[in-house]
C-alpha cells in the first residue's frame, strides 16, 4: 500500500467529501467537498497527521457571512458555525479592507490557511480573493 492510498482513504471516508486526489510527488492532496458539508480545515489536518504526514498550508475556496468590524473582518461559516478570523495575504494586501467594507453580507473567500503545531487551535484565513 503506497502512502498517497493511505491518505486518499483516510479523506475519502471523511462525510462531506466529494473526491479525493493525492500527489506524494509534489505533497499535495486536492479535496471536493460537497455542498452543505460540516468539516473544518484543522479537522482535516487532524487526520492528515494521524496518517503520520505533516499538513501544510492550505488554500481554501469559502462560503460565509462577513461579520467582525471593519479592521478586523471574520467569517461566519454556517455550515460549521465556525467564525474564522481573517487575515492580510501579502500578496493580496487590497482584499482584507475590501472585506472589512462588506461586513454584513455573504461573500466566497479564496485563500490561505496555515496549520499551527495544535491542530484545534484557530488559525486565520490570509485572504486572496473576495466574491
Not at 479535496?31 to 501544510?56: A, D, E, F, R
Request: hydrophobic fraction near 45%.
Amino acid at each position: 500500500m503506497t502512502c498517497a492510498h493511505v491518505v486518499h482513504v483516510a479523506l475519502k471516508k471523511v462525510a462531506g467529501v466529494e473526491s479525493v486526489e493525492v500527489g506524494l510527488n509534489r505533497g499535495l492532496a486536492n479535496l471536493k467537498m460537497k455542498p452543505g458539508n460540516k468539516i473544518t480545515v484543522p479537522q482535516l489536518w487532524q487526520i492528515i497527521h494521524s496518517q503520520g504526514y505533516t499538513p501544510k498550508a492550505t488554500v481554501v475556496l469559502v462560503r460565509g457571512e462577513l461579520m467582525g468590524t471593519p479592521d478586523q473582518p471574520q467569517l461566519k461559516v454556517p455550515e460549521t458555525g465556525e467564525v474564522i478570523a481573517l487575515a492580510v495575504d501579502p500578496k493580496h494586501a487590497g482584499a482584507l479592507e475590501a472585506a472589512g467594507k462588506q461586513i454584513g453580507r455573504t461573500v466566497v473567500v479564496r485563500g490561505v490557511m496555515n496549520p499551527g503545531k495544535d491542530f484545534k487551535a484557530a488559525v486565520p484565513l490570509q485572504i486572496g480573493e473576495l466574491k
